[in-house]
């Protein structure tokens, strides 16, 4: 029976153990994917006392990955808006 989770593969293997993708990619995949995120949290508590152990010390040591990346148009939505905010300034010589 293979678990329907978003680390596991077509043929059933779990991807969070170790030596199947690096840590790196498994923090991008936690920061950038809230799917990654919400299946890590499931899957997790399933496996081997090593690799659990492994994985929460893998967020642990990175807590940046417990929030969502921000959407890059909503962070250029919100500069665009300071600016338009911002009004114009001129340095006008006093009469």
Same mark, same amino acid.
């Given at each position: 029976?293979?678990?329907?989770?978003?680390? $596991?593969?077509?043929?059933? #293997?779990?991807?969070?153990?170790?030596?199947?993708?690096? !840590?790196?990619?498994?923090?991008? *995949?936690?920061?950038?994917?809230? *799917?990654?995120?919400?299946?890590?949290?499931?899957? $997790?508590?399933?496996?081997? !006392?090593?690799?659990?152990?492994?994985?929460?010390?893998?967020?642990?040591?990175?807590?940046?990955?417990?929030? #969502?990346?921000? !959407?890059? #148009?909503?962070? &250029? !939505?919100?500069?665009?808006?300071?600016?338009?905010?911002? &009004?114009?300034?001129?340095?006008?010589?006093?009469?």
């Amino acid at each position: 029976m293979t678990i329907k989770n978003w680390w $596991v593969n077509n043929e059933g #293997q779990n991807l969070l153990e170790e030596g199947k993708l690096p !840590d790196e990619i498994v923090l991008e *995949f936690l920061w950038t994917n809230t *799917f990654a995120r919400r299946d890590f949290e499931k899957i $997790v508590p399933l496996m081997s !006392d090593y690799e659990r152990a492994r994985l929460e010390k893998l967020v642990e040591d990175n807590p940046y990955i417990k929030k #969502q990346m921000p !959407d890059p #148009q909503v962070m &250029g !939505d919100k500069v665009q808006s300071n600016h338009n905010r911002a &009004g114009v300034r001129l340095n006008l010589p006093k009469r």
